[in-house]
């Protein structure tokens, strides 16, 4: 298994950065995210537990089912299908109010399920998926300041 810990502070009021980060449907807005599409509603808004959202992305695609929903400070989710197919055993944002902002730290654990060469090819995801955090974290702090500018 093989871990992204991706931590980052964005000068935004907690509440806005949980809402932006854990509705899926912003993600449309980040490089390299072709599509997300909201499968099943969950209980909070459309975000929360239970809901399913596939997000497909230039070098990966994944199902993910949200499976712990705590606004404004912690969402957990699980992959249960994905291209290539993972083994995801965990997977979180926790959102923390800190002096200038909200702290993010966006934690994943997963390998590559594959007959040859899984840790050679779970090694190769690693900054694929660390990628996609930061463009995704990058793209929220950014719409955050602009909408704190209007």
Known sequence: ????DMH????APIGEVFDWMTDATNYHRVP???????????????HG????????????RMTEEITEFEPPTFMRYYI???????RHDEG????????GGTHVRWYSRFEVRSPIAS????????????????FTLDTCEKELRQTAKE
């Open 49 to 60: 537990v239970g809901a399913i959202r596939v997000v497909n992305a230039l070098l990966f």
């Open 80 to 86: 249960p299908r994905s291209i290539p197919p993972l």
């Open 32 to 46: 390299s995210v072709r599509r997300v599409v909201l499968v099943r509603p969950g209980d909070t808004h459309g």
């Open 8 to 11: 980052r502070t964005i000068a």
């Open 1 to 4: 298994m093989r871990v992204v």
């Open 92 to 99: 979180y944002m926790r959102f923390e109010k800190v002096l």
């Open 119 to 134: 840790d050679l090819c779970t090694l190769i995801m690693v900054p694929v998926i660390a990628a996609g955090f930061r």
